[in-house]
C-alpha cells in the first residue's frame, strides 16, 4: 500500500517539477532567441550601409544560418537540462516520497502492534476467568469454598484488567504536551514518590536510600511523581530481598538527573533497546521474577519524561543491577 502510495505521490512531485522545468525552459528560449535576433537585426543593419547588395546577401545569409545553429543548440541544451531534471528529479522526488510517508507508515505499524499486543494481554485474564467459571459451572458438586476461591480468583484477573486499562488510558491520553506548568520541587517530588513506595518495599526488606539536591524544574507535579513511582517500583520488583535501591538527585549543568540504581538481575544488552517499547517484556529471569506486569511502566516513564523535554536511559547487565537515569531540565 505505501509503495503504490509513494509512487504515485513520485509522479505528483516529478509533474510539479517538470512542469515548472518546461515552464522555464520555454521561458528561457524565447527570451535567448529574441536576444539572438536583436543581435543579428543589430549588426544586419549596421553593415547594410557599408557592404555592396552582392555582399550584404551573403553576409545577411551567414548571420541566418549562425542564428539557426545557435537556436538549435539552445534548444538542445534545454531538452538536455530538462532530461538530467526528469531523471534526477525522479531520484529526488522518489526519496522526498518515501520520507514523507515514513512517519505515516511507522504510525500505523505502532498502531496495528499496539491494537495485536492490546488484544494479546486483554484475552489473558479473559480466557482465564472463562476458563474458570465454565469449570465451575459444569461442576454439579461445586461447594461454597470453591465458589468462593473462584471469585477470589476473577477479582484478581478483574485487578489486572483494571491494570492494564487503566495503563491504556495513560498512554492514550498522554499527548506529550503538559498543560499548565508549574514550578515543581523535585526533591519533594521523589519523596513522595519513595513514600508511595515505601510499603512494597518493606514487604521485601528493602532500603531505599535517598542523596538528594534542591532542585526545581517547569511540569506537572503528579506526571512526575508518577514518573519515579514506576522507576522505584520496577526496581523494588527485580531487587532480591533485603537490598538496597540508591535514589540519587543532582545538578549537571542546566539539567538534573535523578539516578535510581537496584541490585537485581540486570538486563542483558540486546534486550535494552527495546525495554521502553509498549508491552515489551524481557524473557529473562528479570521478567519471571516480576511478574504480574504488561510492560506498560517504561513507556509511561518515557512518555512522561519527554513531556518535560527530558529523556531517559538506562545502564545494566547481567548480574550487576540497573541503572536508570532521567534527565530533567533545570527551571
Known amino acids: 500500500m505505501f509503495h503504490s502510495a509513494a509512487v504515485k505521490l513520485t509522479l505528483w512531485y516529478l509533474a510539479i517539477m517538470m512542469a515548472i522545468s518546461l515552464i522555464f525552459s520555454g521561458l528561457l528560449y524565447r527570451v535567448s532567441s529574441a536576444e539572438l535576433e536583436r543581435g543579428v537585426n543589430h549588426q544586419v543593419g549596421y553593415f547594410n550601409n557599408f557592404l555592396t547588395p552582392d555582399d550584404f546577401n551573403n553576409f545577411y545569409s551567414l548571420r541566418e544560418q549562425q542564428l539557426n545553429q545557435d537556436k538549435a543548440r539552445l534548444k538542445t541544451n534545454l531538452l538536455v537540462f530538462n532530461l538530467l531534471v526528469l531523471v534526477s528529479g525522479g531520484a529526488a522526488s522518489y526519496w522526498l516520497a518515501r520520507r514523507t510517508l515514513a512517519p505515516i507508515e511507522d504510525s500505523l505499524k505502532s498502531q496495528s502492534r499496539f491494537a495485536a499486543d492490546a488484544s494479546h494481554e486483554l484475552r489473558t485474564p479473559l480466557t482465564a476467568i472463562q476458563t474458570e467459571n465454565e469449570v465451575a459451572l459444569r461442576n454439579p458438586k461445586l461447594t461454597k469454598q470453591q465458589a468462593t476461591d473462584l471469585l477470589k480468583s476473577n477479582?484478581?484477573?478483574?485487578?489486572?484488567?483494571?491494570?492494564?486499562?487503566?495503563?491504556?488510558?495513560?498512554?492514550?491520553?498522554?499527548?506529550?504536551?503538559?498543560?499548565?506548568?508549574?514550578?515543581?520541587?523535585?526533591?519533594?517530588?521523589?519523596?513522595?514518590?519513595?513514600?508511595?513506595?515505601?510499603?512494597?518495599?518493606?514487604?521485601?526488606?528493602?532500603?531505599?536510600?535517598?542523596?538528594?539536591?534542591?532542585?526545581?524544574?517547569?511540569?506537572?507535579?503528579?506526571?512526575?511523581?508518577?514518573?519515579?513511582?514506576?522507576?522505584?517500583?520496577?526496581?523494588?520488583?527485580?531487587?532480591?530481598?533485603?537490598?538496597?535501591?540508591?535514589?540519587?538527585?543532582?545538578?549537571?549543568?542546566?539539567?538534573?538527573?535523578?539516578?535510581?540504581?537496584?541490585?537485581?538481575?540486570?538486563?542483558?544488552?540486546?534486550?535494552?533497546?527495546?525495554?521502553?517499547?509498549?508491552?515489551?517484556?524481557?524473557?529473562?529471569?528479570?521478567?519471571?521474577?516480576?511478574?504480574?506486569?504488561?510492560?506498560?511502566?517504561?513507556?509511561?516513564?518515557?512518555?512522561?519524561?519527554?513531556?518535560?523535554?527530558?529523556?531517559?536511559?538506562?545502564?545494566?547487565?547481567?548480574?550487576?543491577?540497573?541503572?536508570?537515569?532521567?534527565?530533567?531540565?533545570?527551571?
Open 155 to 331: 477479582l484478581e484477573e478483574v485487578a489486572k484488567l483494571k491494570n492494564l486499562s487503566e495503563g491504556l488510558l495513560r498512554l492514550a491520553n498522554n499527548d506529550g504536551r503538559i498543560k499548565n506548568p508549574e514550578l515543581v520541587d523535585l526533591k519533594h517530588t521523589l519523596n513522595q514518590a519513595v513514600e508511595r513506595q515505601a510499603k512494597t518495599a518493606e514487604s521485601k526488606s528493602i532500603k531505599i536510600s535517598q542523596k538528594l539536591v534542591d532542585a526545581k524544574t517547569s511540569g506537572d507535579p503528579d506526571s512526575l511523581t508518577e514518573l519515579f513511582s514506576i522507576l522505584i517500583d520496577n526496581a523494588i520488583k527485580y531487587s532480591p530481598l533485603k537490598t538496597t535501591i540508591n535514589v540519587e538527585l543532582s545538578r549537571h549543568g542546566k539539567e538534573f538527573q535523578v539516578r535510581i540504581k537496584d541490585q537485581g538481575q540486570g538486563i542483558a544488552a540486546t534486550e535494552l533497546p527495546n525495554i521502553f517499547d509498549r508491552f515489551y517484556r524481557t524473557d529473562s529471569s528479570r521478567s519471571r521474577s516480576g511478574g504480574g506486569g504488561y510492560g506498560l511502566g517504561l513507556a509511561i516513564a518515557k512518555k512522561i519524561t519527554q513531556a518535560h523535554h527530558g529523556h531517559i536511559n538506562v545502564a545494566s547487565a547481567p548480574d550487576k543491577g540497573s541503572t536508570f537515569t532521567v534527565h530533567l531540565p533545570a527551571a
